[in-house]
């Protein structure tokens, strides 16, 4: 069965410093990939998505992730963190010709950046 | 314009009453979902509906009713409902369910469900 995999639940940053977020998936045909952003008390915002082309995928907010398909890995960066993106990060996966919608979540990692 | 309204916000419900949770788009996609989620934990995939059909209901209890009257409205009618199923439910639509692969899901809100 697909599955997402979210390495670390809780990340804790002082403002400034680099950020990357771990996500793997399990899936051997094509993917495509996301990373969702939950900020407290919001509802989940699109960060960024890989479909197919360049693996270096540039978001909003100054977030890029790398697609590095001989990992199976979507990790996310941003290289100055601020207090304002402290959130709970969801990287997600959709089947390519699979089961319709079947959007697959991980755990989450919920980040808190220290001002 | 990405975006998808649901209402109401919060939701208090005993466990015999009956409610309705509703969701919009105005994106002019065709595919619609439901999720829930639990405090602390990713949204769990409930329905989705692919040109006003279901096609996909991931083994849900009969106490949670979908419904989609049109291309833009999506709604899930809640009977008899548990104290465990107090959650955050999420509408999500994209533009199909083609399998292609290449449709975004844009997300609501959310509505705030507690049952008493």
């Known amino acids: 069965a697909q599955s997402v995999s979210q390495h670390n639940h809780h990340v804790i940053l002082s403002e400034a410093a680099s950020l990357e977020l771990g996500c793997n998936y399990s899936?051997?045909?094509?993917?495509?990939l996301f990373w969702y952003v939950q900020y407290p008390g919001q509802h989940l915002q699109l960060l960024l998505k890989?479909?197919?082309?360049?693996?270096l995928v540039k978001g909003i907010k100054g977030f890029e992730a790398e697609f590095i398909k001989s990992k199976f890995s979507f990790n996310l960066r941003k290289p100055s963190v601020q207090w304002s993106d402290t959130a709970e990060y969801f990287c997600?996966?959709?089947?390519?010709?699979?089961?319709?919608?079947?959007?697959?979540f991980g755990k989450g990692t919920k980040l808190s950046v220290k001002p | 314009d990405t975006e998808v309204t649901q209402t109401p916000k919060h939701l208090v419900m005993g466990m015999t009453n009956k409610k309705s949770l509703k969701c919009e788009q105005h994106m002019g996609h065709r595919a619609m979902y439901w999720y829930k989620q639990k405090a602390k934990k990713p949204p769990e995939l409930m329905f989705v509906?692919?040109?006003?059909?279901?096609?996909i209901n991931e083994s849900v209890p009969s106490r949670f009713s979908p419904e989609c009257p049109n291309s833009s409205l999506l709604n899930l009618h809640l009977h008899a409902l548990q104290p465990e199923d107090s959650a955050l439910y999420l509408c999500?639509?994209?533009?199909?369910?083609?399998?292609?692969?290449?449709?975004?899901?844009?997300f609501g809100p959310g509505t705030r469900l507690t049952v008493l």
């Open positions: 890989y479909f197919s082309g360049d693996p």
């Open positions: 899936y051997g045909g094509t993917v495509n």
């Open positions: 997600a996966a959709l089947n390519y010709g699979g089961s319709q919608g079947n959007l697959i």
């Open positions: 999500a639509s994209s533009v199909r369910t083609s399998g292609l692969g290449t449709d975004t899901q844009y």
């Open positions: 509906y692919s040109y006003e059909k279901l096609s």
